[in-house]
């Protein structure tokens, strides 16, 4: 092979060399590019959420609202989640009548949501020595709260325990929660009948919430509301 058919070929497998190399570049680049591009929109992307909180207080319509107290047992320890209501002063601030209870909804996706309510009488007595016994009195049916009957289903509450909002509903535009009323007021012009001294009632609330679409059935088993709709 002569001087100049060499240098020919060498010139053709350096350029072939970097054509090979150039598109290997290229490749390696696309290939970091799209995969960052991917994990990027994975980052940002927001996740849908279901919270609903509840709001306890007494409301008087004459001073500032009071939040509901958790009860205090004779030991000074406080019961988690349970709220005493007054229901032997008509003068009280935290008086049966007085009771409010809301709902915050806080999701950013559609949401059905349900409420167990338990009610426990009790009674305190002072024994000889001067200590106290806490009684738990069992009533007939429920205490006569004044429920919100818009958009809240009660006829399940003697076979599931559960009461229902039958909306499903979300957080506002702008984040903020949406407020659900259940008990916020009392009859008019009606009166509390109130009990002797050392009644009291204790009072806890449970919520469920589960995503609409899917929720109920998955969650709760339910394939239909308990009012006779598709969900």
């Known amino acids: 092979m002569d001087f100049v058919a060499e240098r020919k070929l060498r010139r053709k497998m350096f350029l072939s060399l970097a054509v090979l190399l150039f598109s290997l570049s290229l490749f390696v680049f696309s290939s970091f590019a799209w995969f960052t591009g991917k994990f990027e929109a994975w980052i940002n992307a927001e996740v849908g959420f279901v919270e609903v ?14 939040p509901a107290q958790e ?3 004779i030991n000074g320890i406080k019961k988690p989640g ?3 209501i007054n229901i032997i002063s008509n003068q009280s601030d935290d008086f049966f009548e007085h009771f409010r209870l809301y709902f915050n909804v806080k999701s950013n996706i ?3 949501f349900r409420v167990k309510i338990y009610e426990q009488l009790t009674l305190k007595v002072e ?22 009957t818009e958009n809240w289903y009660y006829d399940n509450r003697n076979t599931d325990d559960y009461i229902y909002y039958t909306e499903k509903v979300q957080r506002g535009s702008g984040g903020e929660p949406t407020p659900i009323g259940m008990i916020t007021a009392y009859f008019p012009e009606e009166d509390f009948s109130v009990y002797a001294i050392g009644y009291s009632l204790q009072l806890a609330i449970s919520i469920e919430a589960v995503q609409a679409e899917g929720g109920p059935e998955e969650n709760w088993g339910l394939t239909e509301t308990p009012w006779g709709t598709s969900w």
Not at 59 to 66: A, F, K
Not at 127 to 148: A, K, W
């Open 53 to 66: 909180e509840m709001e306890a207080f007494f409301d008087d319509g004459v001073g500032d609202p009071i």
């Open 71 to 73: 009860v205090e047992t």
């Open 82 to 84: 349970v709220y005493e």
């Open 110 to 112: 559609d949401t059905y």
């Open 127 to 148: 024994n000889y020595d001067g200590t106290i016994t806490e009684l738990s009195v069992l009533i007939d049916g429920y205490m006569p709260f004044y429920y919100e």
